[in-house]
């Protein structure tokens, strides 16, 4: 007997992941920036929930605040995530030009924008994410600030930090599994990407990074990575489950390298003078 395997096999990575990040907004106090881009999270959910794309949703403590004293918005969030989206951690520490208020360097007290310690910042998340646990985040300055709990870390801007093998590193006092991600730009040319992404081998993570704000000025572009990963028969999944199957299938090696934003997020602008 022939039989003929009708299965469409393609060529790309062990699997991919979108990060959102969800900013400040310039106002450590304020809930205003929130306030004026919750429609464009809300629009940004629906959308990829019609291409069963599972997203990493990435909160600085201020987006953790203004969605938590609204019921409305907090019920829509636990829909989110029982829809299998994923809500992790963004913290922009004081060596961030959008410093979100909380930090454990010494001295920063007197700071006006001063929220409190990580633990305080952690406090809130987890209220946040219950009954689910925090697992995955974006975090700068990492040697002060790394937050214990968090066990999956993702960095990177570059087109080069997308195609990554899940790596053991140490941030701070943190031993983590990283994996790297490249900015989705917002000037409608994803064609390099989806080049890089056919590149990638099987043992391979494509990771992808955007901001909120760029959604509500481009949806089209996020559209568009939707349809081409869903056109290869792949999912875009979370950054949590990724690394969970993936520690199933392949053994995770341990790097003296990790990814860190001073030296290659904004170090990169730095020495090219962008």
């Known amino acids: 007997m022939i039989t003929t395997d009708t299965t469409v096999h393609f060529s790309g990575p062990y699997s991919t992941f979108l990060v959102i990040h969800f900013e400040v907004g310039g106002d450590t106090k304020s809930l205003e920036y929130q306030e004026s881009l919750w429609p464009a999270a809300i629009n940004l959910v629906k959308l990829s929930d019609k291409y069963d794309a599972k997203l990493t ?21 636990k829909k989110w995530q029982k829809c299998g989206h994923e809500v992790a951690l963004h913290h922009h520490g004081y060596d961030h030009g959008d410093w ?69 590193v140490k941030l ?16 409608g040319n994803i064609e390099l990407f989806k080049q890089e992404y056919l590149k990638s081998v099987k043992d391979q993570v494509f990771g992808l990074v955007t901001h909120e704000m760029d959604f509500s000025e481009n949806s089209k572009i996020i559209q568009a990575w939707f349809k081409f990963v869903r056109s290869r028969g ?4 979370t950054v949590s489950e990724i690394i969970t199957n993936y520690r199933k299938d392949y ?3 341990y790097s003296n390298m990790p990814l860190t934003f001073l030296r290659d997020v904004i170090g990169i602008f730095i020495y090219t003078g962008k």
Not at 136 to 163: C, L, N, R, W
């Open 251 to 253: 053994e995770i090696e």
């Open 100 to 168: 979100d208020g909380y930090t454990n360097r010494f001295g920063k007290e007197n700071d006006p924008r001063f929220r409190g310690r990580v633990t305080d910042m952690m406090e809130l998340m987890k209220k946040l994410v219950h009954p689910y646990q925090l697992l995955s985040g974006t975090i700068t300055d990492e040697e002060f600030d790394y937050p214990q709990g968090i066990k999956y870390d993702t960095e990177g801007i570059q087109m080069y930090h997308a195609v990554t093998k899940p790596k053991r």
């Open 57 to 77: 949703l990435q909160f600085t403590p201020q987006w953790a605040e203004y969605i938590i004293k609204n019921k409305i918005n907090f019920n829509l969030l």
């Open 172 to 187: 701070g006092n943190n031993d983590v599994i990283q994996v790297g991600m490249a900015f989705l730009p917002f000037d």
């Open 234 to 237: 792949e999912n875009i999944k």
